[in-house]
């Protein structure tokens, strides 16, 4: 089992960056694909972006493809995502997953999630 839990989020004004983190803890971080998704107001969970057990691949939303970038450093079982030109729109609860298969956008095929981070973008 993998424990995961996410930090960074926040107040930020429209245009400005935030890099969040997901910090694992359990079984071998760099044995999994990672993920982030986000949870809008009003709205189901959506896929943001996944990244393979090694950084090799990534995958992105049409909607932050640009903007964000995911990446991850094993030797220290960590997880980001880099947001820059924040939109009103990105504004959401933020969670990391993991899975054993490679990048995928459906969240039932991710097995271990997070908590959640607030992300606020205001205009």
């Known amino acids: 089992q993998v424990h995961l839990v996410e930090s960074g989020g926040g107040l930020v004004q429209a245009g400005g960056s935030l890099r969040l983190s997901c910090a694992a803890s359990?079984?071998?971080?760099?044995?999994?694909?990672m993920g982030w998704f986000r949870q809008r107001p009003g709205k189901e969970r959506d896929f943001v972006a996944a990244i393979t057990w090694n950084a090799g691949s990534t995958l992105y939303a049409d909607s932050v493809k640009g903007r964000f970038t995911i990446s991850r450093n094993n030797a220290q079982d960590t997880l980001y995502l880099q947001m820059n030109s924040l939109e009103p729109e990105d504004t959401a609860v933020y969670y990391c997953?993991?899975?054993?298969?490679?990048?995928?956008?459906?969240?039932?095929?991710?097995?271990?999630w997070g908590q959640g981070t607030q992300v606020t973008v205001s205009m």
């Open positions: 359990g079984r071998t971080f760099r044995s999994y694909t």
């Open positions: 997953a993991a899975t054993l298969v490679p990048p995928v956008v459906q969240e039932r095929r991710y097995n271990y």
